[in-house]
């Protein structure tokens, strides 16, 4: 049985933490100082007929938020989604510049399984110039 006006409240709870998480996770900038720019191209997979959803890349720039969890693209998912955030701080760590993966949704939805949609990632980070920092 499905409650349209509970979900609507719900999709207003979660933009709301979103903004939250968003602010929480600080500035680019902040958390990676030695980054200058993120891409990320990502391709999403579900389970289904044509399988593959959508291309999409994403720019993330040094004053954007330090937050890098995509959402599901299946609508009724419930906390689901594709969380990059470990994949970036390790590359940051490491000076990686490429990095290629995939992830797989676990999120609850209504009679589909977990592993009903994936995604396909590729992440090329930009560093700043390795300058020398007189204090
Ligand atoms: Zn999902």
């Known amino acids: 049985m499905e409650n349209r006006h509970h979900h609507r409240h719900n999709y207003a709870l979660k ?3 979103k903004k939250q998480v968003n602010i929480a996770a600080g500035l680019v900038s ?3 100082p030695s980054v200058s720019g993120i891409v990320i191209h990502m391709t ?5 007929a044509t399988p593959v959803l959508m291309v999409r ?3 993330i720039y040094p ?13 009724s998912c419930d906390g689901g ?3 990059l955030t470990s994949v ?3 590359m940051v760590k490491t000076h990686a510049k490429v990095k290629k993966g995939s992830l797989v949704c676990n999120g609850n939805v ?7 949609a994936s995604v396909d990632y590729e992440t090329v980070i930009q560093y700043k110039r390795a300058s020398k920092e007189t204090p």
């Open 88 to 90: 970036v701080a390790n």
């Open 57 to 59: 890349t994403i720019n």
């Open 81 to 83: 989604g594709f969380d």
């Open 63 to 75: 004053t954007s938020y330090a937050y890098f969890k995509m959402d599901c693209m299946i609508k």
């Open 30 to 32: 902040e958390r990676f």
């Open 15 to 17: 933009m709301e933490l």
């Open 44 to 48: 999403y997979y579900r389970e289904a």
């Open 110 to 116: 209504d009679a589909l399984p977990s592993g009903h």
